[in-house]
């Protein structure tokens, strides 16, 4: 597989070429699909007609079809396919240069049919041309190679710093008010509680936040910007090029039946950041996640993220339309938004990482009796430094243990010596962990344990 800026600059190449990539019925559309795809995936496409294409050819693990929605933005590489309606029946095919939600650019073979005239190649050479969308539609996407960093030399690279720009958005404004339930809607409710709060934790935390304009609607703005080929002045465009944010973070809330609960994060093809993952976090341990993060194709601002390259999430913060959610945050205001917030950050704000530590001690009291010579330590930990040999614990000796803890592979036992020569606390290792499910109690110690 190429990278997609490989495919690009060799779809490039081809406009103004005469293509024949079968070498038969001179330049037929096909042939300018088919030498992009081969070069890009290393697969050819198979079928009789072009409007078959997606149903002829197996893409299973190195290309998606979609079928065209009013939302959907094709992407730069992505093929086109035509309906029967098209090419006397025949359908077409072309590969997308660029496009916005009205149109899109092309490179093609024989739209204007003058690829094979009276038995023999003619005069129609591979095209730079825009059309209009119908439906049905389809459009074949690769799956590009990961581009690989150049390295122009071998230097130490300096530490990412800490503090980010952030942007915040809360969805809908203008005329559409988004959402509505539970005596409220999306619109104003976000832009009341929610993206004031987020933002001042963040500030908190160090971070520098801007706040999209609440008396405008980033989704609209940006739609504007598509209609007028502008990618510089509106919307998310205007985001990226002014702004230059670490990342964006735009704010809804779902709609659904009553009973539907819980929010979750919604992002492009790129994979799941600390900061997606971290904002899940915080809405599965406060109002509940009905979903996983997911990955859609069919929201604008999403499309227009993966083609620009930010770093953008929409977050569904929970449902408009359950009360038990709107309950939740209403009651919970400082500390959910708080913990949103927290996830943005990677750990709580003013606090140590995000997220629960993971238990390694438990306050469980028994006795040690040996059966073979232990090695004692000042810390539960191998690492920990050893006592004297002569301290170690003999075949045959016990001590009464107040705790136990599970590290480097070992379940360790806290105690003091049962002489009283010595009121400190040590530790030594009574068995390793072998268990699957790291449960003690099903271990084979080295030596008894007579639980308390």
Same mark, same amino acid.
């Given at each position: 597989?190429?990278?997609?800026?490989?495919?690009?600059?060799?779809?490039?190449?081809?406009?103004?070429?005469?293509?024949?990539? *079968?070498?038969?019925?001179?330049?037929?559309? #096909?042939?300018?699909?088919?030498?992009?795809? #081969?070069?890009?995936?290393?697969?050819?496409?198979?079928?009789?007609?072009?409007?078959?294409?997606?149903?002829?050819?197996?893409?299973?693990?190195?290309?998606?079809?979609?079928?065209?929605?009013?939302?959907?933005?094709?992407?730069?590489?992505?093929?086109?396919?035509?309906?029967?309606?098209?090419?006397?029946?025949?359908?077409?095919?072309?590969?997308?240069?660029?496009?916005?939600?009205?149109?899109?650019?092309?490179?093609?073979?024989?739209?204007?049919?003058?690829?094979?005239?009276?038995?023999?190649?003619?005069?129609?050479?591979?095209?730079?041309?825009?059309?209009?969308?119908?439906?049905?539609?389809?459009?074949?996407?690769?799956?590009?190679?990961?581009?690989?960093?150049?390295?122009?030399?071998?230097?130490?690279?300096?530490?990412?710093?800490?503090?980010?720009?952030?942007?915040?958005?809360?969805?809908?404004?203008?005329?559409?008010?988004?959402?509505?339930?539970?005596?409220?809607?999306?619109?104003?409710?976000?832009?009341?509680?929610?993206?004031?709060? &987020?933002?001042?934790?963040?500030? $908190?935390?160090?971070?520098?936040?801007?706040?999209?304009?609440?008396?405008?609607?980033?989704?609209?703005?940006?739609?504007?910007?598509? /209609?007028?080929? *502008?990618?510089?002045?509106?919307?998310?465009?205007?985001?990226?090029?002014?702004?230059?944010?670490?990342?964006?973070?735009?704010?809804?809330?779902?709609?659904?039946?009553?009973?539907?609960?819980?929010?979750?994060?919604?992002? $492009?093809? #790129?994979?799941?950041?600390?900061?997606?993952?971290?904002?899940?976090?915080?809405?599965?341990?406060? !109002?509940?996640?009905?979903?996983?993060?997911?990955?859609?194709?069919?929201?604008?601002?999403?499309?227009?993220?993966?083609?620009?390259?930010? /770093?953008?999430?929409? !977050?569904?913060?929970?449902?408009?339309?359950?009360?038990?959610?709107?309950?939740?945050?209403?009651?919970?205001?400082?500390?959910?938004?708080?913990?949103?917030?927290?996830?943005?950050?990677?750990?709580?704000?003013?606090?140590?990482?995000?997220?629960?530590?993971?238990?390694?001690?438990?306050?469980?009291?028994?006795?040690?009796?040996?059966?073979?010579?232990?090695? &004692?330590?000042?810390?539960?930990?191998?690492?920990?430094?050893?006592?004297?040999? $002569?301290?170690?614990?003999?075949?045959?000796?016990?001590? *009464?243990?107040?705790?136990?803890?599970?590290?480097?592979?070992?379940?360790?036992?806290?105690?003091?010596?049962?002489?009283?020569?010595?009121?400190?606390?040590?530790?030594?290792?009574?068995?390793?962990?072998?268990?699957?499910?790291?449960?003690?109690?099903?271990?084979?110690?080295?030596?008894?344990?007579?639980?308390?």
């Amino acid at each position: 597989m190429k990278t997609q800026a490989q495919a690009i600059k060799y779809l490039n190449s081809l406009e103004g070429k005469f293509v024949d990539f *079968d070498n038969a019925f001179g330049f037929q559309c #096909y042939d300018v699909a088919n030498a992009y795809w #081969y070069h890009t995936t290393g697969h050819k496409l198979y079928g009789l007609y072009a409007k078959n294409i997606p149903t002829d050819n197996n893409f299973t693990g190195y290309a998606t079809v979609y079928n065209n929605t009013p939302s959907f933005l094709p992407l730069p590489g992505d093929l086109v396919v035509w309906n029967g309606n098209w090419g006397e029946g025949c359908g077409h095919v072309a590969v997308v240069t660029q496009a916005n939600l009205s149109q899109f650019q092309v490179i093609e073979n024989n739209w204007l049919g003058g690829g094979w005239v009276n038995g023999k190649p003619g005069w129609e050479r591979a095209t730079r041309r825009w059309h209009t969308y119908d439906f049905p539609m389809w459009f074949i996407r690769p799956h590009y190679a990961k581009s690989k960093p150049v390295i122009e030399s071998i230097v130490k690279p300096k530490p990412k710093p800490t503090k980010k720009k952030f942007v915040l958005v809360a969805g809908h404004g203008y005329n559409d008010p988004g959402a509505t339930g539970n005596g409220t809607n999306e619109r104003d409710f976000i832009r009341k509680n929610i993206i004031d709060n &987020v933002a001042k934790y963040l500030r $908190s935390a160090g971070h520098t936040v801007t706040l999209y304009s609440k008396k405008q609607d980033m989704y609209q703005d940006t739609a504007y910007g598509y /209609n007028r080929g *502008d990618t510089k002045n509106y919307g998310l465009y205007w985001v990226k090029n002014k702004l230059k944010p670490d990342a964006v973070i735009e704010f809804h809330l779902d709609w659904s039946g009553s009973n539907a609960s819980g929010g979750h994060v919604i992002k $492009s093809a #790129y994979a799941a950041d600390g900061i997606d993952k971290g904002i899940q976090k915080a809405l599965q341990d406060t !109002v509940g996640t009905i979903r996983g993060i997911t990955t859609r194709n069919d929201l604008l601002n999403v499309n227009v993220s993966y083609n620009q390259n930010i /770093n953008y999430r929409l !977050v569904e913060l929970g449902f408009i339309t359950s009360k038990k959610d709107m309950d939740y945050i209403k009651k919970n205001l400082q500390s959910f938004t708080k913990a949103i917030a927290s996830g943005i950050n990677g750990k709580p704000i003013g606090g140590t990482p995000a997220g629960k530590s993971k238990k390694i001690t438990w306050a469980w009291k028994g006795r040690f009796t040996a059966n073979t010579l232990i090695r &004692v330590r000042t810390t539960p930990s191998t690492k920990g430094k050893a006592v004297p040999k $002569s301290d170690w614990i003999k075949k045959g000796q016990w001590v *009464d243990f107040v705790s136990i803890t599970k590290a480097n592979g070992y379940w360790w036992i806290k105690f003091k010596y049962p002489n009283g020569a010595n009121n400190k606390y040590f530790y030594c290792a009574v068995c390793r962990i072998t268990d699957k499910n790291e449960r003690i109690k099903k271990e084979k110690y080295w030596g008894k344990i007579k639980w308390k």
